[in-house]
């Protein structure tokens, strides 16, 4: 069966099970003692922490009444909220067969997910080969490599697109060589979201967001948890962001009206859809920075600025709300870019 | 314009729609500010998605010339000559194109 075939309910039973079985990580798991065999880099994945966005919010000048908070997915073991899906994908792949002793696991990826299956192939124990464009950091292939994975590079003037299309064709042309993960089709993507994220928001909100905001890059957290919540709650709003224009600098989110749209998208979850400038994404990230000492990403900058933007709408209508941004990565991968200079 | 020839400035996929679709064009020019001028005149619109309203490049963009980041060289006033080739890149995480 391919990735794309799977439909949502059947991938999210089967990552139901694995966290049932694995937990979402954690030392509460350890004690119990019945995943003694996992790998430490699997156990660290998850149950990341929600933080209170207060010195932030006063900053940029929110009433009390409109609470800011931020999931701090950097905490993950790769740095990123990708090592969910990553871990979903992988584990679904050995389970269903498709990632057999001697293939190799093939994505595209801008950074994060490459970094996570690499991680991952060196817990677990299988070979990981990443296309990415050849304008990625060098810190980001470095730490592809560090890990032990292969890193093939696709034409920069392309972008994400252009690692799509050269992933697909190797994929195509070496079927017996490679699993194809594709992050952008495999409804493990989604559902690892759906199993883990959104439940830990809600309990850790108990039960009190209002509004959820997240970047859209291959736009599983979005799907994974605004299905989730509104199924809590048909009151959550979901904020979508995304970069305002084709050409941007914003990390791991794609502009979607220009994008090869990935097939787990579907454009009737999100409430809200919020185009965000480049330089605004870069200005919240360091604020985010010299007020809570908090070191995020271009694409948290991004949710960021969503938030803000969604937190100044309930206080011009006096209305409480628990908004959550979503964090994917910190900052220190940036280090490269202007973002920091 | 004080150019000698044409330069090759490739152009990345999300800027295509400025350039009929062409991935490679030329322009003029003796520095990469004058470049642009020469993009602009060309192509309308596309010097707001390069540089500031003063005229640096953004943040998020790398103006290449032969390889070579223009940040580490002048800037925009990296002189450019006929025969160099010019890219331009959104800076995805950084990097560079050598």
Known sequence: ?341 | MSTTGTVTVLIPAPLRRFTGGESKVSSGGSSIAELIDGLEASYPGIRDKIVEDDGEIRRFVNVFVNGQNVRKLDGVATQVKAGDEVGIVPAMAGGSVA
């Open chain 1, 1 to 341: 069966m391919l990735n794309s075939e799977i439909g949502d309910g059947q991938a999210t039973q089967m990552v139901l099970r694995q966290r049932d079985r694995i937990g979402t990580g954690g030392l509460g798991e350890v004690r119990g003692g019945s995943i003694a065999a996992e790998p430490a880099a699997v156990l660290a994945i998850g149950q990341t922490p929600l933080l209170p966005l207060h010195q932030f919010a006063r900053r940029v000048g929110l009433p009390d009444f409109v609470e800011l908070w931020l999931k701090a997915e950097w905490t993950n073991p790769g740095g990123s909220v990708k090592d969910r899906p990553a871990l979903a994908i992988v584990r679904h792949a050995l389970a269903e067969g498709h990632l057999t002793p001697g293939k190799v696991l093939l994505d595209s990826t801008s950074g994060n997910i490459g970094i996570a299956y690499a991680m991952l192939g060196a817990a677990l124990g299988f070979p990981v080969e990443l296309v990415i464009p050849e304008n990625a950091s060098d810190e980001r292939k470095a730490m592809v490599r560090a890990y032990g994975a292969t890193v093939v590079t696709s034409d920069p003037y392309e972008g994400s697109n252009g690692a799509i299309v050269h992933a697909r064709r190797l994929a195509a042309d070496h079927p017996d060589r490679y699993f194809y993960a594709d992050q952008y089709s495999n409804a493990c993507n989604p559902a690892a979201h759906f199993a883990t994220t959104g439940p830990e928001l809600w309990s850790q909100t108990n039960g009190r967001i209002t509004h959820f905001v997240a970047g859209l890059g291959t736009t599983g957290t979005m799907m994974g948890v605004g299905r989730f919540l509104k199924r809590q709650s048909p009151l959550v709003s979901l904020v979508a962001v995304q970069p305002a224009e084709s050409f941007h600098g914003i990390e791991g989110l794609k502009h979607l009206p220009t994008a090869i749209v990935p097939a787990i998208y579907d454009a009737a979850i999100p409430d809200e859809q919020l185009g965000i400038e480049t330089e605004d994404a870069y200005a919240f990230a360091r604020e985010l920075a010299r007020t809570e000492g908090l070191f995020v990403g271009t694409s948290t900058g991004a949710a960021l600025a969503g938030a803000v933007r969604t937190a100044r709408d309930a206080a011009g209508r006096d209305e409480p709300a628990v908004i959550v941004a979503l964090a994917p990565d910190g900052g220190g991968k940036y280090l490269s870019t202007e973002l920091w200079g």
